[in-house]
Each structure stands twice: as structure tokens, then as C-alpha cells.
């Protein structure tokens, strides 16, 4: 079926509001994850869900974000009282299983820009 | 943080030639990936390689992988110019990828 999808692809805000960031994977993956990326960096791991759970939030820079993936389909990711060093790309990925050997399939990221 | 490391940042080649880029990286691995990345299409899977093996090949592309040295190598043949990109390795631990901060691959006409 169709590549992972995100939305919005762009987002400008304001410090201190709160922004959701959308993530619609490929159909029948049981794998999300995702990843932030500033200027000039290769992707930062931030959270991985194994269905409707979070395997493993280790990445998650504080309290501020979050991440709910209820029907293990969509994923939304949340970031409350934004900073301007939140401002980046942010990437989600899935895959198939979630094995180590598996190839994680990205969306076209989301453009987050914090005045 | 950040586990691999690309060299160099930024490499700039006539088409026809051959890129390389080389990924080093700091603890073992269960296997090493390459990645693509322009603005237009976003991050995509070039190929994998698993820590047993030395040497792989896809189309223009060849992976070597050093596991006692800790490092990769990605070989593009014949570039063209759709070929300019920034190329990134990632190694797994367990589920998570751990990136490097890519190559600057750029193909002149």
C-alpha cells in the first residue's frame, strides 16, 4: 500500500504552546518508531511502539513529549510547552515486525519550527 | 547520541565518477544499514548488511563491512546526478537505529 504518511509536513508555533505531530505507518506494521533530526545530524531515536504499546521511550528528551499509538495504526506525538530547541524534523518510521534485521520505512517528516 | 560517524562530511565528484563514503562506529552490531536522504524524498533504505558478513552488492552500490575495525564503506559506481544526496549509516541496537551525520554526496553535471 502507500508509504508512511505525517502530517502536517510543516509546523510553526510559538514558544510555550503545544503541537501535536501526526504519523499514519504502512498498513499491517506492527513496528512505529520515531526519530528527531536537526540541521546536519543523522535522525535521533525518541520512542518505538510494538503495537498499541511503547517498547521503548528511552529517546524521549523529557516529560514535555509524548507519544500514544491507541489502535496500534496511527501514532501522534506531542510536545507541550514547545521550546526553541524543539524546533526540527521529525521522523517516523515502521516496520513490518520490528526485528533488528528489518528495514524501518520513513515518512517524509514533519518540519517543526518554534518562534 | 550519536554511534557513527561518516567520513567525509561532504564529498563533491564529476558523474561517472565513483563515491565513497565510509561509517565508523563504536560498539558491536547486529547489522549495519545505509540510508539516503535528499528533500525530496525523504530517508530511504539503500541496504543492509548483517555483522557476518564482509561484502554486499545492489545495483550501483557496494557495502563493505569491518566488524574488527568497527567500520563500513558504501561505493556508489558510474554516479549520476540523481545520486546527490546526504548518505547516513545506522547501526541497530536491538530495534532502535543509531545514525551517524551523513555524507554530502554531490554529483556535478
Known amino acids: 500500500g502507500a508509504g508512511v504518511s505525517q502530517t502536517p509536513s510543516n509546523k510553526v508555533t510559538e514558544k510555550g504552546k503545544y503541537v501535536e505531530l501526526r504519523c499514519d505507518p504502512i498498513s499491517g506494521h506492527t513496528a512505529l518508531y520515531w526519530y528527531r533530526q536537526s540541521l546536519g545530524q543523522g535522525p535521533e531515536f525518541l520512542i518505538y511502539f510494538q503495537g498499541t504499546g511503547a517498547a521503548d521511550d528511552s529517546g524521549l528528551p523529557n516529560d514535555r513529549f509524548f507519544a500514544v499509538r491507541p489502535e496500534g495504526s496511527v501514532s501522534t506525538l506531542k510536545i507541550q510547552r514547545t521550546e526553541r530547541g524543539d524546533s526540527a524534523v521529525y521522523l517516523c518510521?515502521?516496520?513490518?515486525?520490528?526485528?533488528?534485521?528489518?528495514?524501518?520505512?520513513f515518512g517524509p517528516g514533519t518540519r517543526l519550527l518554534v518562534l | 547520541s550519536q554511534q557513527g560517524e561518516e567520513d567525509p562530511q561532504a564529498l563533491s565528484i564529476q558523474e561517472g565518477e565513483n563515491a565513497t563514503m565510509n561509517c565508523s562506529y563504536k560498539?558491536?552490531?547486529?547489522?549495519l544499514q545505509w540510508y539516503r536522504q535528499n528533500s525530496g524524498r525523504g530517508l530511504v533504505h539503500l541496504i543492509l548488511i548483517r555483522s557476518n558478513e564482509r561484502e554486499k552488492h545492489s545495483g550501483r552500490l557496494r557495502v563493505t563491512l569491518d566488524t574488527s575495525k568497527k567500520s563500513s564503506s558504501l561505493l556508489i559506481t558510474a554516479s549520476r546526478a540523481a545520486d546527490t544526496a546526504s548518505y547516513f549509516c545506522?547501526?541497530?541496537?536491538?530495534?532502535?537505529?543509531?545514525w551517524g551525520a551523513g555524507t554530502k554526496l554531490i554529483i556535478k553535471p
Open positions: 545506522a547501526t541497530d541496537l536491538n530495534y532502535q537505529l543509531i
Open positions: 560498539t558491536s552490531i547486529n547489522n
Open positions: 518510521a515502521s516496520s513490518l515486525m520490528g526485528g533488528a534485521t528489518e528495514t524501518q520505512y
